[in-house]
């Protein structure tokens, strides 16, 4: 359980000194007259803290609900992640339909190893009811890119 | 008294108007949807609904907002008693017992045991808001920026307490919150912090990004793994009216599960997970049949059940009174509440009481909605269910694209929802608790407004935090949380000892 711990107490803990490191550099203040830097400071020397706290045993609390019986595969986590990534960055750039659509397919032939023309004709579907229902109908402003709409 | 009826009165009149009779019937029916379906949980579905309930008004938009919680609890126990899938963490108990009923034939009374459990306590709950809430919100008119932070440091404690699991994870998280919320502009003199010169970073780290990344996509992530549909119910769903015995046995559990779930609701932290668990053990301790409990009784289901909807009752009541939100999914009432530029509160009832007392009624309201959908709909709310997750799965990561995008219509917050969600499965991987980052990122900016104000009123003076009673009792309170569960590991640990001794 502590060899599980040790990777995220040493994330969280190098995250922790970077931000304090980044707090110092705004004006501090004192204790009776904290400055803006002063709750991000301490803040993150007290996830240092407790960062490191993760590797000793505590008492714990209540049980939480169980977790995911089935982890996800880890490929599949990372390219959704980077697909969705990717949409936010050619957003603007492609606009909301293109963009969508070129996401939709991605995600049904790429992850969910359809065949593209299926992929292609649910997408096509999807994303023109979208854009009725949140362009039409919710008044959504979306970034046009090339096509007229 | 009279004073309360006719506020309920008029509570009505605002909530029965076409409007928000629609806004209550929608959240309620959509809670319903998300509360069957695994892949999207209410706090997700909030955050992405919150920036199309922009052109609404205030009052639709929160009664909306609350019907999708409430609207979840129902929808989360129907998939537990036919499929043994928990539709929401809230329902896990209810598989328990109500699966087993089911199995033997007693789908019908199982599912409307629950329907009616959840009715009454969501009454309970309505009853409790409009008797807690208005004196609460008046005692919180009397709090200034001490007490706030007094209140605020309590609720933080509360919910490291009971996130579940360890609480150096909890405060963990609580932390990183806190540090999520520091970007931006300083609260006080509107100094840059973190925003390494970037014009996005100092509007700060948006609501929806978080939410919906945290509680959103790392749900369908964790998810991806199951790309099918699980299996039909094969059974037939008869008699939905329980027995005179099934009465008799589930009603006292009923009530109990209210009034536990009501109370605990309040507490930050708690949520609507802890008061189902624990009013299971109440019930099988109270039972006079404890071996039933796990084949089928009831009670094990009728408790459970009305201590989570009561719960979401509950945990309204600080939202209302204090504006100080205690569980994730209040969190986005409350960010509900700031888009339409009305502060939850103390003043909410005096500024707005068409809204307050309106949402309040709207509770009722969707209940009743609730009761009359739930059970002629089981068959539909089922066949949700048999639609593949592959199907589903780039529809909702769309619906989270969209709802981030259009609250501030930058595609940056699209690209920050996909590494929040990251951050999020990986939390749920490795048991770091969601709750306590979320609450610390909402009050993170309050509290530290709160104490600043406080020191720079008292001149650099201390004794301004402990100068009010309020304040006083709030941190006996404090320390009370903390000593109580450090004190019962000690006992453990010396009783232990002196068992293990020859």
């Known amino acids: ?149 | 008294m009279a004073g309360m009826v006719d506020s309920l009165v008029y509570g009505f009149s605002v909530s029965l108007t076409p409007w928000n009779l629609l806004a209550c019937l929608v959240g309620a029916v959509v809670g319903t949807i998300i509360g069957v379906l695994p892949g999207l949980g209410p706090v997700a579905t909030m955050s992405l609904l919150l920036p199309l309930t922009l052109r609404m008004g205030p009052t639709p938009a929160i009664i909306l907002l609350s019907g999708v919680f409430y609207g979840a609890m129902y929808g989360g126990s129907t998939t537990a008693i036919l499929l043994n899938i928990p539709g929401e963490a809230s329902s896990v108990v209810s598989c328990v017992d109500g699966y087993q009923m089911a199995q033997k034939g007693r789908a019908g009374p199982a599912l409307a045991i629950c329907a009616w459990g959840s009715f009454v306590a969501g009454t309970i709950g309505v009853i409790g808001i409009t008797l807690l809430a208005p004196p609460l919100a008046e005692l919180a008119l009397a709090f200034g920026p001490p007490e706030i932070t007094a209140v605020l440091v309590l609720s933080f404690t509360l919910v490291i307490v009971f996130a579940g699991g360890s609480r150096a994870r909890a405060a963990c998280m609580a932390l990183l919150g806190f540090l999520l919320a520091a970007v931006g502009q300083d609260p006080v003199d509107a100094t840059p912090r973190f925003d390494f010169r970037t014009f996005t970073l100092l509007d700060g780290v948006g609501f929806a990004p978080l939410v919906i990344g945290v509680f959103g996509i790392a749900e369908v992530l964790a998810n991806l793994g199951n790309r099918g549909a699980p299996e039909r119910y094969r059974g037939r769903i008869t008699g939905l009216w329980p027995t005179r015995e099934d009465w008799k046995t589930a009603g006292p559990a009923i009530g109990r599960g209210g009034l536990l779930g009501f109370f605990m609701g309040i507490l930050p932290g708690m949520g609507t997970i802890i008061p189902t668990f624990l009013s299971y053990a109440l019930e099988r301790r109270l039972s006079g049949h404890p071996e039933r409990f796990g084949h089928g009784a009831i009670e094990g289901l009728a408790g459970p059940e009305s201590a989570n909807n009561a719960a979401t009752a509950g945990s309204m009541i600080p939202l209302l009174a204090l504006g100080i939100p205690p569980s994730a999914a209040v969190a986005v009432l409350a960010a509900g509440f700031l888009t339409h530029g009305v502060p939850p509160g103390p003043l909410l009832i005096a500024e707005h009481p068409d809204l307050f007392w309106g949402v309040v009624t709207s509770m009722y309201t969707g209940n009743v909605l609730l009761l009359l959908l739930n059970l002629p709909l089981v068959g539909l709310w089922v066949r949700l269910l048999t639609i593949p997750y592959s199907y589903l799965f780039p529809l909702i990561l769309l619906f989270c694209a969209i709802g981030t995008y259009s609250v501030a219509n930058n595609p940056w917050d699209v690209f920050l929802m996909a590494v929040f969600g990251l951050l999020g499965y990986v939390m749920r991987r490795l048991d770091f608790p969601a709750v306590p980052l979320i609450l610390t990122f909402v009050l993170g900016r309050l509290f530290e407004e709160a104490v600043r104000q406080s020191l720079a009123r008292s001149r650099g003076s201390f004794a301004v935090f402990i100068a009010h009673p309020i304040a006083l009792v709030t941190w006996a309170l404090t320390a009370l949380v903390i000593l109580v569960p450090l004190v019962a590991a000690a006992r453990r640990a010396l009783v232990g000892r002196g068992e293990g001794r020859p």
């Open chain 1, 1 to 149: 359980m502590r060899g599980r711990a040790a990777a995220p107490a040493l994330t969280l803990f190098c995250f922790a000194i970077f931000t304090a490191w980044q707090a110092l550099r705004l004006r501090l203040g004192a204790l009776n007259s904290p400055g803006p830097g002063f709750f991000p400071f301490w803040m993150a020397v007290g996830l240092a803290l407790a960062s490191l706290a993760l590797l000793l045993p505590w008492p714990s609390g209540p049980e939480g609900p169980p977790g995911e019986a089935t982890p996800a595969p880890l490929r599949g986590v990372l390219m959704v992640t980077g697909g969705l990534a990717a949409y936010g960055a050619l957003l603007d750039v492609l606009g909301f339909v293109l963009a969508s659509f070129g996401f939709l397919v991605f995600l049904w032939a790429a992850i969910d190893r359809q065949p593209l023309f299926r992929s292609v004709l649910r997408a096509g579907i999807s994303v023109s009811a979208a854009y009725l229902l949140f362009d039409s109908l919710l008044r959504v402003q979306f970034p046009r890119g090339p096509l007229p709409f």
